[in-house]
DNA sequence: TGGGAAAAATTGGTACTACCAATTTGGACT
DNA sequence: AGTCCAAATTGGTAGTACCAATTTTTCCCA
């Protein structure tokens, strides 16, 4: 919103979506026409008629001869939470750990199939990226990075397609927004990262699917806990609800 | 495919994607120009580009001034799915079956998250879809519409925004591929699934968590079986890695 | 006065042209 | 071969014109 955005196209899609997200305009209502949008931001209708296209992908709009109206929210793609995580200076704590929450099964699950499976491939590249991690000590810049590689080698590896997606496009959204305001971890919680990730180590070489995912739900535990506190730290919201437009009023126009 | 695109801009967009997702062009390959595609669907360089937008937002192209090149499919919006099952005239029964297994995740922890914050509320809507279900009887069209309300309501009500998104994108996509392949309930089946319904509304009278979730585990189960043996039937292929394009190769182009 | 059908204005869908700026490509030169 | 420069290519934007479907308004008749 403050850097002036590469094309006029994106401009105006950014802008809408804002003001959809927002509830400037409410479910189900007309959108200014594509003459009046291209007149207001002082461009083509082209450029106009492209990011009618894009926000209609997705899913926040729906065009047709006649005019174009907006969908309620809940009905929108995947792909507007980070956008939804923009509407505030600093990201809104409650959503954010929704979607953790949300990784957090996924990974969880993806790990118990690995193991279910018995991959052994596959169970010996997580082992790897673990060992990976491991082997970095406190103040390496790669220390995200190496946690990352863990759990979406965990997601490919466990060979379910429509997990990984998912996985990717919150992680994608949540990074661009989040990578800026990642604690940096202290030497303690470190430790306690390293003793968890032995832990899971251990079990998946042991093949325990119990083991293992204690020892994710407690990593993944730690991870939330810290992100929160640093949001709230940052003044961070707290109430996803809130973010919505109008709950969605029983029969909305077709 | 069979049915003639309503729109030139839609017809360009489906056939894109399709040849993309089958992998006719390699991830980081380039597309022919926007005035080669116009030529060749025989329209206006707007529509190939209005389609190009709808592509980009998808996550399948990045445009750029030079040239647009083709993604990765996993690095994809979850969107992708339903014309990822469109490849074929059966969809793939193993990627239903992982789409099945990531909602019965979801939904299983919708409930689980319900029962945890205790909402009254919430809970009192659940049950009154489960009674809804119960009421009806074998043969009425409105069956699935009623199982797949309670579902819904739950994942409404367990209040995780993410989580939402995410079922209804998935529950559309295959819905809208799946409706007339469901496998009509029999007696017998029917009368498991509202002897399980019944055991979840006393779970959940109960605000038993535990065994709130080993009924919806049973329950799902129950419709992952019947769907793969009914996709199986009509010949379905059974092979989710053999729809995706090359596996990705380490270090596609930027 | 109310309802409904016809006419007018609006709107999205498509096509075509022209020009700009960034990128890519290919060849000339060192 | 390696480098650099210029031309061709390509996406981004602007504008116009027309069509067909929809919406809105108008007006007539019961």
Redesign the interface.
């Known amino acids: 919103m403050s850097t002036p955005h590469p094309t006029r196209?994106e401009d105006v899609f950014s802008t809408l979506r804002h003001e959809v997200l927002t509830g400037q305009y409410r479910p189900g209502e007309r959108l200014p026409s594509e003459r009046e949008l291209a007149l207001r931001f002082e461009t083509g209708r082209?450029a106009v008629?492209?990011a009618l296209?894009?926000l209609?992908?997705?899913g926040l709009t729906k065009s047709a001869r006649g005019g174009s109206r907006v969908a309620a929210v809940?009905?929108?793609?995947?792909?507007?939470?980070g956008p939804?995580l923009d509407l505030q200076p600093v990201p809104d704590a409650e959503?954010v750990d929704?979607?953790l929450?949300?990784l957090e099964?996924?990974v969880g699950?993806a790990c118990d199939q690995l193991l279910a499976r018995g991959s052994e491939a596959g169970i010996a590249v997580v082992r790897e990226r673990i060992a990976q991690f491991l082997a970095l000590s406190a103040g390496n810049p790669n220390l995200l990075t190496a946690r990352l590689a863990l759990s979406q080698a965990m997601l490919?590896e466990c060979?379910?397609?429509?997990?990984?997606?998912?996985a990717?496009?919150?992680r994608m959204q949540l990074l661009e927004r989040l990578w800026p305001r990642l604690p940096e971890p202290d030497e303690a919680s470190l430790g306690a990262v390293k003793a968890l990730l032995w832990d899971l180590d251990q079990a998946l070489e042991g093949r325990n699917r119990r083991s293992a995912r204690r020892a994710l739900q407690a990593l993944t535990q730690l991870n939330r806990d810290h992100l929160r506190a640093a949001l709230c730290d940052a003044g961070a919201t707290c109430d996803?609800?809130a973010l919505?437009p109008t709950p969605p009023s029983r029969g909305l126009p077709s």
């Open positions: 196209t082209g008629r492209e296209r894009k209609e992908t997705l809940d009905e929108a793609s995947l792909d507007v939470l939804l959503l929704q979607c929450k949300v099964l996924l699950d490919r060979g379910n397609l429509p997990m990984r997606l998912i990717n496009g919150l996803v609800n919505l």
